[in-house]
């Protein structure tokens, strides 16, 4: 195309006329007229090569916008993703794991309330056993000083056999009462350490109870709230710029579908423009002294071979048509005919090639190219 324009020019630059100004048949009738119509094709030849100009240009200009679109697209497209992505992953995660952390620091709620109930139970309890060995432990005590006192002498020598004196008249005692002493020594001595003991489990019993009241098991309830509205918030927002970007995504697809549509329909009618001067310019071409093959150049000629001429008709003389005026045309119908013929292969070429060859298909893009 932008041969034949140059072309074109180099022709026109030379003659006003689009190249015609030395045709030797121009002064004839016939050729005055064909001149006057082709003036006219001359002026849309004009017309048409700045038409197609203006519509490369824009073509080019709207192959630009169109890359630059796609560009912004694909990013937008690629930060949507990642948006989207996430917030099916990590903001479904986040979540899901909250709401499981809200129903395990309800259950550790319910649990500490009822620990801190039995603990209290447990610690009246203790106490409560606490007194009755001190009982214990001071009835040990009143015993062991009335088992040493001299005027229980008698009974304790009835019982055990010993004295508290160091008497010679020591004697057994009975069968039944043999261990009597041994017993009553651990009936004042085993209270003493049960007491001890009782103090040991009441200082721990308080301990624990201590422990549990500073593990502030309850401030965790607080602490998941904040999480879950800090969560919930920090979710929002990557909805929010996911659903932004969708927004935006769906405005640039619209853009570039409009801006496809727009090159597209440049490009169609470019190329109708540019078959438009190529038409103008083969017809102004050619009805520059238009002369047709078809035809013969040289009427003497006609006499010796009639038949040259007259190929697909009657070769015989009649009267109709004698041997001194043969018809002129019949080559040019039987031309149109084979043009018939060869519009027929040209949209029936299934029938010619039951096997085409498939195109090659064009590298893959990469990036914004």
Not at 100 to 118: F, G, P
Request: proline residues 3%; aromatic residues 6%.
């Amino acid at each position: 195309m932008t041969t034949m324009q140059q072309q074109y020019r180099n022709k026109t630059d030379q003659k006003d006329d689009c190249g015609c100004s030395d045709c030797k048949d121009k002064d004839n009738a016939t050729q005055v007229s064909i001149n006057t119509v082709r003036a006219t094709l001359c002026s849309l030849l004009y017309d048409s090569q700045g038409t197609v100009a203006k519509l490369e240009t824009k073509f080019t200009g709207e192959s630009e916008v169109y890359q630059e679109k796609r560009c912004i697209f694909l990013h937008t497209e690629s930060n949507y993703r990642r948006y989207r992505n996430f917030e099916i992953c990590t903001g479904t995660e986040l979540i899901q794991t909250n709401d499981s952390v809200k129903a395990t620091v309800a259950q550790l709620k319910d649990w500490n309330k009822s620990l801190n109930t039995t603990l209290t139970n447990l610690f009246k309890q203790i106490k409560d056993l606490k007194t009755k060995f001190t009982d214990l432990k001071d009835a040990a005590g009143k015993l062991d000083t009335a088992y040493g006192d001299k005027c229980n002498n008698g009974q304790k020598k009835a019982l055990t056999g010993k004295s508290s004196e160091n008497c010679d008249d020591q004697k057994q005692p009975i069968d039944a009462c043999k261990d009597a002493d041994t017993e009553i020594k651990q009936l004042i001595c085993v209270p003493k350490g049960l007491w001890k003991d009782i103090d040991s489990i009441f200082q721990s019993s308080s301990d624990v109870i201590g422990i549990q009241i500073f593990s502030n098991i309850d401030a965790l309830d607080q602490m998941q709230k904040d999480l879950s509205t800090k969560s919930s918030a920090f979710d929002k927002q990557i909805s929010d710029t996911m659903k932004t970007r969708k927004t935006e995504l769906d405005k640039l697809q619209d853009d570039l579908v409009t801006s496809v549509k727009t090159i597209t329909q440049v490009a169609i009618d470019r190329n109708t423009q540019r078959a438009n001067f190529e038409g103008y310019y083969d017809t102004t071409d050619f009805l520059c002294c238009p002369t047709c093959s078809c035809v013969p150049k040289d009427d003497t000629n006609n006499n010796q071979d009639s038949s040259n001429n007259y190929k697909s008709g009657n070769t015989q003389n009649t009267k109709d048509c004698n041997d001194g005026c043969p018809p002129r045309l019949k080559n040019c119908e039987q031309e149109i005919c084979d043009i018939c013929e060869e519009v027929q292969k040209t949209y029936c070429c299934d029938a010619d090639n039951p096997n085409p060859t498939k195109p090659t298909p064009p590298p893959i893009k990469k990036g914004c190219d």
